[in-house]
């Protein structure tokens, strides 16, 4: 069984870029969560897809979007970079059915901008 | 708004001691409460998941329990080791949304 995957592992991009981060899920997962967590801190829920639809969102602005794929791999898409954007971005994998169950977390993308 | 806190953010304990870490929520509506340790630039490692019905959980040497109704989990860690030494975070999840703890730094000194 496959675990959580993300790439790229590292990334630099300068104010004003933009970015896409991608993320496999676990086999048999259908629902992707994406996660913000800078230095220091507990990561902060950007949102949920399930069934490739958006299903929850944190306080994060629109310049923060996603997709989920048929077959429940996920991309996160950040428009307009600003420094305050470098952090570790976490995705993490579950299946949802009669109840919300475990998360599984990737390694994360570590994002630095300059 | 839900808000997680843990205590302490920081703890050293020699090799062998039992442990408690405490987390907080200050929303009981919640569909289950997730612990999880990371170690420094890596991701989160699952350790237990606690759904709302339940109690508490035990995995090895592990021991979550959960108060709903008080916002209340604790995980006890026992005859903890070295490689125990990680940061621990707790995560509820409200049905849309999960709200992390900003984590307590464990330190298992040999």
């Known amino acids: 069984e496959t675990g959580v995957t993300q790439s790229p592992t590292h990334l630099i991009k300068t104010r004003g870029q933009q970015v896409t981060l991608r993320c496999s899920s676990q086999?048999?997962?259908?629902?992707v969560s994406w996660y913000q967590q800078a230095l220091g801190q507990g990561p902060q829920f950007i949102f949920q897809?399930?069934?490739?639809?958006?299903?929850g969102r944190g306080n994060f602005p629109p310049r923060f979007s996603g997709l989920q794929f048929p077959n429940y791999s996920s991309e996160l898409n950040v428009n307009a970079l600003e420094l305050d954007d470098s952090a570790l971005y976490l995705c993490?994998?579950?299946?949802?059915?009669?109840?919300?169950?475990?998360?599984?977390f990737g390694p994360g993308t570590r994002l630095t901008v300059l | 708004k839900q808000e997680v806190t843990q205590i302490p953010a920081a703890l050293s304990v020699p090799e062998g001691e039992n442990l408690v870490l405490n987390c907080s929520f200050t929303?009981?509506?919640?569909?289950?409460l997730q612990w999880f340790r990371q170690d420094p630039g890596k991701g989160l490692t699952s350790l237990l998941l606690?759904?709302?019905?339940?109690r508490e959980q035990t995995s090895g040497r592990l021991n979550a329990s959960l108060d709903k109704s008080s916002g209340r989990s604790t995980l006890y860690i026992a005859a903890s080791q070295p490689g125990d030494s990680a940061t621990y975070l707790c995560a509820v999840n409200t049905g849309n949304q999960f709200y992390f703890g900003t984590g307590t730094s464990l330190t298992v000194i040999p």
């Open positions: 606690i759904q709302s019905s339940q």
């Open positions: 897809y399930y069934r490739e639809e958006e299903n």
């Open positions: 993490a994998s579950s299946f949802r059915g009669a109840s919300y169950n475990e998360q599984f």
């Open positions: 086999s048999g997962h259908n629902t």
């Open positions: 929303d009981s509506a919640i569909y289950n």
